[in-house]
T-cell receptor
Framework: DVKVTQSSRYLVKRTGEKVFLECVQD?????MFWYRQDPGLGLRLIYF???????EKGDIPEGYSVSREKKERFSLILESASTNQTSMYLC?????????????FGPGTRLTVT | GENVEQHPSTLSVQEGDSAVIKCTYS??????FPWYKQELGKRPQLIID?????GEKKDQRIAVTLNKTAKHFSLHITETQPEDSAVYFC????????????????FGKGTKLSVIP
């Protein structure tokens, strides 16, 4: 059974702080993704990674960076948090083989920036 | 890049009735179309998917149809039950044609389905 976990369910940070969101998957998946979910806007891709140390920009990368030093862990970094980054952040992973397309999501981190 | 439009944004049906959610996509190279269900406070989960070489797929009360010519696909839920109430997302992917990042999904904005008992 695939398990994707995220470091926090709820997080409150102040404007200008550096914020780290971590995601860990236990199924040896090659691909990992970070989305933000906002009401009426659906799931928007921030960054994704298809291999260790590899990363690709998604649709809304501005203000974010990522790190993937180990296959099972994918971190999202907000270099200087702003109020417009208040959102639900979802991590997902998928295999690069077999049925590579199904994405397994983590429980989400609700980030509030004040 | 790919653009996925989803309609309606909200849908209310009486228990036992059918529900239909429609999506259109822009990139004719897209070849994989999944549907995810997100119950309140929970993570999205895949409920059904279809590939471009198939026109229709059914799994119990859920079916998905694909019209490649028109570039649209639909989710059909029959005999709706209160537990079908959730937000449903459609998505599209170009699969292996796009190389690195080929498993990237582009999501629609979601449909909130309410099934009234």
């Amino acid at each position: 059974d695939v398990k994707v976990t995220q470091s926090s369910r709820y997080l409150v940070k102040r404007t200008g702080e550096k914020v780290f969101l971590e995601c860990v998957q236990d199924m040896d998946h090659e691909n990992m993704f970070w989305y933000r979910q906002d009401p009426g806007l659906g799931l928007r891709l921030i960054y994704f990674s298809y291999d260790v140390k590899m990363k690709e920009k998604g649709d809304i990368p501005e203000g974010y960076s990522v790190s993937r030093e180990k296959k099972e862990r994918f971190s999202l970094i907000l270099e200087s948090a702003s109020t417009n980054q208040t959102s639900m952040y979802l991590c997902a992973s998928s295999s690069g083989q077999g049925s590579p397309y199904e994405q397994y999501f983590g429980p989400g981190t609700r980030l509030t920036v004040t | 890049g790919e653009n996925v439009e989803q309609h309606p944004s909200t849908l209310s049906v009486q228990e036992g009735d059918s529900a239909v959610i429609k999506c259109t996509y822009s990139d004719s190279a897209s070849n994989y179309f999944p549907w995810y269900k997100q119950e309140l406070g929970k993570r999205p989960q895949l409920i059904i998917d279809i590939r471009s070489n198939v026109g229709e797929k059914k799994d119990q009360r859920i079916a998905v149809t694909l019209n490649k010519t028109a570039k649209h696909f639909s989710l059909h839920i029959t005999e709706t039950q209160p537990e079908d109430s959730a937000v449903y997302f459609c998505a599209a992917s170009k699969g292996s044609y796009s190389g690195a990042g080929s498993y990237q999904l582009t999501f629609g904005k979601g449909t909130k389905l309410s099934v009234i008992p």
